[in-house]
T-cell receptor, first 113, second 116 residues
Framework: GQQLNQNPQSMFIQEGEDVSMNCTSS?????WLWYKQDPGEGPVLLIA?????ELTSNGRLTAQFGITRKDSFLNISASIPSDVGIYFC?????????????FGSGTQLTVLP | EPEVTQTPSHQVTQMGQEVILHCVPI?????FYWYRQILGQKVEFLVS????????KSEIFDDQFSVERPDGSNFTLKIRSTKLEDSAMYFC??????????????FGNGTRLTVT
């Protein structure tokens, strides 16, 4: 099956710093999604990317859909304590009506005051 | 904003027992999913459901698992005879209004299943 490599696995940053994380795949996806998961909760959608090369922002978050359709990155600018959590990339391949998601292994972000 | 609702939030069961996990997807969504997340690991696809039948399932979704949409609002996951390795967070997700081709998945807060 398809696999996503997400890097880094964990990050410790100072409040106010910018953060960057990425996902790569050996196969293409039609959609890239970025989710954030807080402890004990389900993934919450942050940004959805639908076209190769697309650059989309959501507040302090910016994500890009790689031109090859095999990668994506997420940037968080001026981090704050509530940015703490696990960030997952997810790729979606249209196959009939299912369009299941393949998740990356997550980036655990810790923001130090 | 509409939410996917899952109950219970935590289920403890003994090995070999049957469990049913409940989900109420976002109304007017058409595609329904179950994912699971073993502690400390990534979220894994189990099954997708559309038009009252399974669209796709992963190798994890063996004969011990089944899904059902018993009425117009609920979407359940049944594990017939639980094993220790079934312990995980189980997430329900839904997607898609009639005209939205690219609509992303929306997840519930999960049910933590502990098999003892």
């Amino acid at each position: 099956g398809q696999q996503l490599n997400q890097n880094p696995q964990s990050m410790f940053i100072q409040e106010g710093e910018d953060v960057s994380m990425n996902c790569t795949s050996s196969s293409i996806f039609n959609t890239w999604l970025w989710y954030k998961q807080d402890p004990g909760e389900g993934p919450v959608l942050l940004i959805a990317l639908y076209k190769a090369g697309e650059l989309t922002s959501n507040g302090r978050l910016t994500a890009q859909f790689g031109i090859t359709r095999k990668d994506s990155f997420l940037n968080i600018s001026a981090s704050i304590p509530s940015d703490v959590g696990i960030y997952f990339c997810a790729g979606q391949l249209y196959s009939g009506s299912a369009r299941q998601l393949t998740f990356g292994s997550g980036t655990q972000l810790t923001v130090l005051p | 904003e509409p939410e996917v609702t899952q109950t219970p939030s935590h289920q403890v069961t003994q090995m070999g027992q049957e469990v049913i996990l409940h989900c109420v997807p976002i109304s007017n969504h058409l595609y329904f999913y179950w994912y699971r997340q073993i502690l400390g690991q990534k979220v894994e696809f189990l099954v997708s459901f559309y038009n009252n039948e399974i669209s796709e399932k992963s190798e994890i979704f063996d004969d011990q698992f089944s899904v059902e949409r018993p009425d117009g609002s609920n979407f359940t996951l049944k594990i017939r005879s639980t094993k220790l390795e079934d312990s995980a967070m189980y997430f329900c997700a839904s997607r898609g209004q009639v005209s939205s081709y690219n609509s992303p998945l929306h997840f519930g807060n999960g049910t933590r299943l502990t098999v003892t």
